[in-house]
Structure formats: C-alpha cells, structure tokens
C-alpha cells in the first residue's frame, strides 16, 4: 500500500467523523471465560482461543500467555501498525523494522509479599529497530507521530478512568 492508496481508504472515515464527530467513538470488547479446572482464564481473540495464566513467577506452568506478556505483546503490534501506516503516509520506505517492549514487573507486589512493591509495571520501554530510506529528521517526525497515534501507546501514557463490577 501506498500513500495515496492509503489516503483513500482513510478519507470517507474522515470525511464521516468530520461531519458526525459521535461516528467515530466505538467501544472494543474483549471475553473471557474462567477455566474450570485451573487457574486460567479463556479469552477469545476473533481468530483463536487464547488460555492466560499465572506468570511462571508467579506460580505458573508457563504453559498459558502471560498477560503482562500479552499486554507487551499488544503495545508492539498497535506500535508497529501505527509506524507502517504514519510511513506509509509520509512515503518514508521501511526495507525492515523491529519492534521491541519490555517491562520491568516486581512479583513481591502482585503476591502480597510487600505492600510497598508496586502491582504491575513499574517502567515500560518501547524500542524500533529500522532500516530505511530517511533522513534523520524523518526519523524523528516518524518516531513522534508514531508516539502520538499509537492507540496502546497513548493509553499507558494517560490511563483511562477504570471500574469493576459484578454483572448479572
């Protein structure tokens, strides 16, 4: 795909949410189902079942998906996405790319060993590896827009309000 290509597949939904801003706000949702058996939860991913569980240091087989792991997993690919398309816009040629997330995780918090240990990432580090045709400062337009429209991204930088509740 190129950047006309891209353009005019992205217009019409402009042009909709321009005219009908309330268009544009959907609500995602993921399922899951509590495994009957173990400590695991069924989540349906629209192509295939996936079975989370513990982290091995937590407890885990390391059988089942981490979802720390998932959620890395899910910061790379919105990362990676948004990077092709914000390329694609700016006709910036990637030849190659590596998309990389790591974060540091404190087991202490999430066991309920020491209260003061925080539960979930304490430090997240997105980095891009690429080979392409750009100048330096492409580059950096690229990495700042990246940064700007990856959806994930974004949503760790400025967390959403979050609730719990029992359905019935």
């Not at 885990?60 to 910061?75: I, R, V």
């Not at 790379?76 to 700016?90: H, N």
């Not at 790319?97 to 087991?107: N, P, S």
């Not at 999430?110 to 492409?138: C, M, N």
């Amino acid at each position: 795909m190129n950047a006309d290509e891209l353009r005019a597949l992205q217009a019409p939904l402009k042009d909709r949410y321009r005219s009908a801003p309330e268009a544009a706000r959907i609500t995602l949702r993921a399922r899951g189902a509590l495994d009957d058996a173990n400590i695991a939860c069924k989540v349906e991913t629209g192509r295939a079942l996936a079975v989370a569980g513990l982290h091995p240091g937590a407890g885990g087989s390391g059988g089942e998906l981490c979802s720390g792991d998932m959620l890395l997993e899910a910061l790379v690919a919105c990362a990676g996405v948004t990077l092709k398309a914000v390329a694609t816009s700016m006709g910036v040629a990637l030849r190659a790319g590596v998309v990389e997330a790591e974060g540091d995780l404190d087991f202490r918090g999430t066991l309920g060993i020491d209260k003061q240990a925080p539960v979930g990432f304490a430090d997240i580090r997105l980095s891009f590896k690429l080979e392409a045709d750009a100048t330096a400062e492409q580059l950096e337009t690229l990495m700042k827009l990246t940064e700007r429209y990856c959806v994930i991204y974004q949503t760790l930088k400025r967390p959403p309000s979050l609730s719990t509740g029992l359905a019935s």
